[in-house]
């Protein structure tokens, strides 16, 4: 099974500030990885798929890269309703199955 | 406007049952894979079940299998999750939701969600 670890666990970053999370794969899934943001009592939100392609309505603030096994999720500048949790999911298994990452927190420093 | 109503859930004792319900509206639900998606209390997220979008092709999580079955009504545009043998550690928030594009599962990542319907198992 592919497993995805995601790094760090918390990231404390001030206000206006870029963060940078990671998403590492255990084994190849080509670009088929999206970022979901979720906040207290929500469910999450779609933010990238494809590892690169933002969802309708997303900010370009948002950014991700990568591919193979080694991703990553850019804010550029981090607004107030920025922090909340986040996870990455693979899709790219046979037989098909979503695995997604621990999450990575994301609190105001 | 994507809309998924979660309903169902609730208390249920160690070894019960319950189904799962999700009514989908907004879009054409016959031409969407679907799944279920779990999170227990203040962790992160599980994939427990997906389908194609006709019902042919089911898929199941290791942590299930054998106990739950998804299923759809594409006449009432309703996805169903009947779970059985239920243990404590099913509970969680159980959460519908839709592939962003094609019919079959697993191609493409969730583009909507519902807000979730809680299963405690509990004695």
């Known amino acids: 099974d592919i497993v995805m670890t995601q790094s760090p666990a918390t990231l404390s970053v001030s206000p206006g500030e870029r963060a940078t999370l990671s998403c590492r794969a255990s084994?190849?899934?080509?670009?088929?990885l999206a970022w979901y943001q979720q906040k207290p009592g929500q469910a999450p939100r779609l933010l990238i798929y494809g590892a690169s392609t933002r969802a309708t309505g997303i900010p370009a603030r948002f950014s991700g890269s990568g591919s193979g096994t080694e991703f990553t999720l850019t804010i550029s500048s981090l607004q107030s309703e920025d922090f909340a949790v986040y996870y990455c999911?693979?899709?790219?298994?046979?037989?098909?199955?979503?695995?997604f990452g621990q999450g990575t927190k994301l609190e105001i420093k | 406007e994507v809309q998924l109503l979660e309903s169902g859930g609730g208390l249920v004792q160690p070894g019960g049952s319950l189904r799962l319900s999700c009514a989908a509206s907004?879009?054409?639900?016959?031409?969407?894979?679907m799944s279920w998606v779990r999170q227990a209390p203040g962790t992160g997220l599980e994939w427990v079940s997906g389908?194609?979008?006709?019902?042919?092709?089911?898929y199941n999580a290791d942590s299930v299998k054998g106990r739950f079955t998804i299923s759809r009504d594409n006449s009432k545009n309703t996805l169903y999750l009947q779970m059985n043998s239920l243990r404590v550690e099913d509970t969680a928030i159980y959460y519908c939701?839709?592939?962003?594009?094609?019919?079959?599962?697993?191609?493409?990542?969730?583009?909507?969600w519902g807000q979730g319907t809680l299963v405690t198992v509990s004695s």
């Open positions: 939701a839709k592939d962003i594009r094609g019919a079959r599962f697993g191609e493409f990542p969730i583009d909507y």
């Open positions: 907004g879009f054409t639900f016959s031409t969407y894979a």
């Open positions: 389908i194609s979008s006709s019902g042919d092709s089911t």
């Open positions: 084994q190849t899934i080509r670009s088929n």
């Open positions: 999911q693979q899709y790219n298994n046979w037989p098909p199955k979503y695995t």
